[in-house]
């Protein structure tokens, strides 16, 4: 069968399971637009290339599929190079396709070329220049094996325009060594001797804490983890990847560590003598200063990316292998387990002693953006599916909402992505459109990536977006009053410009606003009973809250503060 | 190919900890660069590079990488070197158990009251005459980074000196272990 290159393309994304593409056509990319008109593919036309690279992402971490972006070349795959970094970052799964110049005007700076591959080159698991419309096919099947296996992450393909149309005979790799990847070997079989040590040390330990990290939701680990954890009565803590791996609901789960977490969650690893390290990376939000991070405990590292071992923090036992298979072997192998009577009471005291807590809400606002949160949580379907952006919204969104399943919390970890929760969102619901999507997001977020509505409107997606509009960058807002004496330096937005109702309303969205806690509970119910377009609500909150708990920068966990009212407590 | 780190003399001979790692790579475009680039925005250091098709293979290279294993713990550099799809294999010679060689270019223009003393040093240092016209010599040396170090302290004493060295190369000794 002849096809041209552009036909091919479109016909392996197909071969490769494709359901979704979000994207926007220009010059180089032309061609493949083409065939897309024939295929069964649903494409989600965006307004801007980041948003097809977030929506890329939220549609990835919603289903655990890989998510797939199609952009033109220039300034198109510039502009997906923000969501590449945040997927590398947080390992997710995506195929971003971009067009590039002809072959033969390559390195002539030609009209709207850009050496994407070298832009990338530290960004992704891999990249591919494709050179011929033969090698198609190959480059696409590739993408998607290294995208989805190992330690995921984004793989984007380059097509220059003239291999999308130049003609070639279909074929399709029927197997793996077809993909002609020497190099490339993911999968690890599981080393038996360091599950015996690991499983020496859990004997051993009197104050162990299952430290829960993103991998635990990508190798789809959350069932044997709760086995596992109450089979041996370890308490969890879940990091800000790893948010719905563990039911929040469940008693052993401590909560988030981490520069805004939970105390009890922070101080439990702190005070550990064992953490068992279950595909999380040490991430310096979680450690605070890495030389006083959790002294006494010895670490079991669980990481299919072997490079994770001994990086921040030297390890005891590593185990290479993905989270679900370790926590198999491990529970297979683990025979008697210490009371940990002592190290639960002590863990039961910290929680009664500093809950997470925040001040009481008055009958006249300005919102306490906490309690807008939990209302919005009551007030939803379980299994809401939660993203937001980057800041003081992101951290209250995961400490103040319960999550019980995985998929249910999105949000840009290590990159720390403003505008990441509105096209993640979208991304989402497209991914999951049995689901109720909620943004909990920002004002300056919000403005970074809004445009994308649009988007949301025409191609009839309907998410809610929360924005807890407290007029500042808050969270940059909160560090100069707590350590630049209160000197605030471009952090103000203002309250009313824009104008979020009316600009909900010109995107063709429903745009709501709550001032007091009665309109807050008006406009949620509202908001839940529309599900046919998206909804913005304008809730106006307190802008002196602030995020507690909190590690300082620079300080290590011993140093956290909790929230003024619990100051001077004894536990 | 060579080094592209800009000659800076024997004075900065290594008191760090080197090791040699041989790298076989696909014989693709831009795997240098990967390399680089990892090294680079990770913080290691090279302290030499050598590059060259691979015994017997069209499709592969091999890149002989001696790194500064004080900027980094050489599990680090490894593991990540490992995550680079195009990097197929990874031997890691530790310098005690391999062998390494270099060469060594020179072309040193002297007065004709030096040229004696020139022999003599070419002949002690077990280098070759390569290219040779009234006014100048050129002198190659394959021989161990520490012997073209010795050659090229020697020749310092000459004025005019044009000297050019390569990445080292190496490979285990035989009937030692290499990790």
């Known amino acids: 069968m002849k096809l041209t290159g552009a036909q091919a393309l479109i016909k392996s994304l197909e071969e490769s399971g494709v359901d979704t593409i979000f994207g926007l056509p220009g010059g180089a990319i032309l061609p493949v637009y083409d065939p897309l008109l024939d295929s069964s593919i649903r494409h989600i036309l965006v307004r801007h290339e980041q948003g097809a690279g977030h929506m890329a992402e939220g549609y990835a971490m919603a289903t655990g599929r890989p998510g797939v972006a199609l952009v033109t070349s220039g300034p198109g795959a510039t502009n997906i190079v923000t969501p590449i970094a945040n997927a590398h970052m947080d390992s997710t799964p995506l195929v971003v396709i971009t067009g590039q110049v002809p072959t033969s005007a390559i390195g002539t700076d030609a009209f709207q070329e850009c050496d994407i591959t070298g832009i990338t080159m530290g960004i992704t698991k891999h990249n591919f220049l494709v050179q011929s419309a033969s090698e198609l096919p190959r480059a696409i099947a590739a993408a998607f094996h290294i995208a989805t296996t190992g330690r995921p992450g984004p793989v984007l393909v380059d097509v220059p325009k003239d291999v999308s149309q130049s003609m070639m005979d279909w074929w399709w790799p029927s197997s793996i060594s077809e993909l002609d990847l020497p190099g490339y070997q993911p999968t690890v079989d599981i080393n038996q001797a360091d599950i015996d040590a690991a499983v020496a040390l859990i004997e051993a330990a009197e104050r162990p804490v299952l430290y829960v990290g993103g991998g635990t939701l990508k190798s789809r680990a959350s069932q044997q983890l709760i086995a596992f954890a109450e089979r041996s009565n370890i308490p969890v803590v879940t990091t800000l990847m790893a948010r719905g791996a563990f039911p929040d609901s469940h008693p052993q789960h401590l909560g988030m560590p981490g520069m805004h977490g939970f105390y009890t969650a922070v101080m439990a690893m702190q005070r550990s003598d064992l953490l068992i390290s279950l595909g999380a990376r040490f991430d310096d939000r979680v450690t605070g200063k890495v030389d006083g991070f959790a002294p006494e405990a010895k670490i079991i590292h669980v990481d299919i990316d072997r490079a994770e071992f001994n990086k921040v923090r030297r390890v005891d036992v590593s185990i290479q292998a993905n989270v679900k298979d370790a926590l198999i072997a491990l529970d297979a192998s683990t025979s008697t387990v210490k009371n940990l009577d002592a190290w639960w009471k002590t863990l039961r005291s910290w929680q009664a002693d500093y809950p997470l807590t925040y001040d009481p809400p008055t009958s006249d606002g300005p919102l306490r953006p906490q309690l807008v949160i939990e209302s919005i949580a009551r007030a939803s379907a379980p299994g809401t599916i939660v993203t937001s952006g980057v800041g003081q919204h992101q951290m209250w969104a995961a400490q103040h909402w319960q999550y019980e399943e995985p998929g249910t919390w999105i949000n840009s970890g290590g990159a720390g992505t403003m505008g990441f929760g509105v096209p993640a969102a979208i991304g989402a619901k497209v991914g999951r459109p049995d689901r109720t999507v909620w943004t909990i997001d920002g004002d300056g977020c919000f403005q970074m990536t809004a445009q994308e509505l649009v988007t949301a409107r025409a191609e009839r997606i309907p998410i809610k977006v929360a924005i807890l509009n407290n007029a500042y960058l808050g969270m940059v807002r909160q560090w100069q009053e707590m350590f630049y004496d209160e000197r605030y330096s471009e952090v103000y937005l203002s309250p009313d410009l824009p104008d979020y109702v009316k600009w909900a309303e010109a995107m063709g969205c429903v745009g709501l606003r709550a001032t007091n806690p009665q309109e807050m509970k008006d406009v949620i119910e509202e908001a839940n009973s529309i599900n046919d377009v998206p909804v913005v609500i304008d809730f106006r909150t307190d802008s002196s809250e602030k995020v507690f708990p909190m590690v300082p920068s620079g300080a290590t966990n011993d140093e956290i503060m909790v929230h003024p009212s619990q100051r001077g407590k004894r536990s | ?179």
């Open chain 2, 1 to 179: 190919m060579t080094t592209p780190e800009p000659y800076v003399g024997p004075t900065a001979a290594p008191v760090v900890q080197h090791h040699i790692l041989s790298v076989l790579v696909e014989n693709k475009a831009g795997v240098l660069a990967r390399i680089a680039g990892l090294f680079a925005r990770r913080g290691f250091n090279i302290y030499s590079l050598a590059v060259a098709p691979a015994e017997g293979h069209a499709l592969f290279s091999r890149i002989t990488i001696v790194v500064d294993a004080d900027s980094a713990p050489l599990e680090q550099i490894v593991g990540q070197l490992n995550k680079l799809v195009n990097v197929v294999a990874i031997t890691d010679l530790a310098p005690k158990f391999a062998i390494e060689r270099e060469l060594l270019l020179a072309t040193i223009r002297t007065e004709v009251d030096e040229q004696t003393n020139l022999m003599e040093i070419i002949a002690a240092a077990n280098a070759a005459i390569v290219d040779v016209d009234a006014h100048a010599v050129t002198v190659m040396l394959a021989a161990t980074p520490e012997a073209c170090d010795a050659l090229e302290r020697t020749l310092e004493g000459f004025a005019e000196v044009e000297l050019h060295r390569t990445g080292r190369v190496a490979l285990p000794r035989l009937g030692k272990v290499t990790s």
